[in-house]
């Protein structure tokens, strides 16, 4: 009985390989889900080939944890413990024949039952641009597609997104030991997670100002089971990833209330490099007011001496 067992499960598994090498499955395939966020093509034997657009040491110092793209999406491939192992460089083409799995409503390409396999096919002769989304639009990451059917379009790809400031959190302008959860929003005023892995180049990076654009992979991170609805994340990969909106200099300490009282209020704050100062203010986003320091250095009190109305 053992050995038909064995027999079968051998049998299985080839006939399982064979199939899924016959034929390459277009990677946005397995971003398509039900209401509740779970993948239809979970536990599939799959084919996948693409571009890599995060490569070993990036996401993990420790795990194979790397995305591919397609021309029509992008997908996460994971193992524990074995960080180099398939030699995933950016912008190589490879080929990726796994289970495709979910942990905490991402989709991942895995070795389940040790079954991973990668061919490397050269160097990709064009690498992906990434996809320029908004804020509401990640953050919101399952939208209706037909029926009772849902779609992750930007699950797994390379996304851009512009006009960026800071809501929670702070820059790791220092080098840290964790990873950074900081919370941005854009135009749309929809609130996104901007997550930087300590093993990241951003991690330590200038921190980038009062607007900034970013790029990175989109990952989810939701409950540990279904519903897998939010927990859309964009990752940034290098220091490069972030651009500046502004390219002068960038604050070394955001501005925080001094003093306030019924007249007068101070605020203060220091910049990476010397330089001059301008502090608007107003009782909407519009301001409408300002307080110019002429005076170059990298400490900036500024005193308002009249109380907005």
Wanted: charged content about 10%; proline content about 6%; some cysteine.
């Amino acid at each position: 009985m053992r050995l038909t067992a064995f027999l079968f499960a051998s049998l299985l598994a080839t006939t399982l390989a064979s199939s899924a090498w016959a034929f390459v499955t277009p990677i946005d395939s397995l971003n398509y889900a039900t209401s509740n966020g779970v993948p239809l093509y979970n536990r599939r034997f799959v084919t996948v080939q693409g571009t890599v657009t995060c490569q070993d040491s990036v996401l993990s110092p420790t795990n194979t944890d790397v995305m591919i793209q397609d021309a029509t999406g992008g997908v996460n491939v994971f193992t524990s413990n074995n960080i180099g192992a398939y030699h995933f460089v950016l912008g190589d083409s490879v080929q990726v024949t796994a289970f495709a799995t979910v942990f905490h409503g991402g989709v991942e390409l895995d070795s389940t039952a040790a079954l991973l396999s990668v061919t490397h096919l050269g160097t990709s002769s064009v690498f992906p641009d990434p996809v320029v989304a908004s804020c509401s639009q990640v953050a919101n990451g399952l939208v209706p597609f037909s029926g009772s059917t849902y779609y992750e379009p930007y699950q797994g790809r390379l996304v851009r997104v512009n006009g960026l400031h800071i809501t929670a959190g702070s820059w790791p302008t220092t080098r840290l030991t964790t990873n950074t959860s900081i919370t941005v929003t854009d135009a749309t005023g929809v609130p996104m997670t901007l997550f930087i892995f300590r093993s990241s180049g951003a991690n330590g990076s200038p921190d980038p100002g009062a607007r900034f654009d970013a790029i990175g992979v989109v990952k989810q991170f939701g409950n540990t089971s279904p519903p897998w609805t939010n927990g859309y994340e964009l990752c940034v990969r290098y220091a490069s990833d972030v651009v500046p909106e502004c390219p002068g200099p960038q604050f070394a300490a955001h501005p925080t209330t001094v003093t306030v009282d019924s007249l007068t209020a101070t605020v203060a704050w220091s910049t990476d490099v010397a330089s001059s100062s301008t502090l608007f203010y107003g009782i909407t986003t519009a301001y409408g007011n300002a307080v110019v320091d002429p005076n170059v250095g990298t400490q900036h009190p500024a005193r308002r001496s009249t109380r907005c109305s």
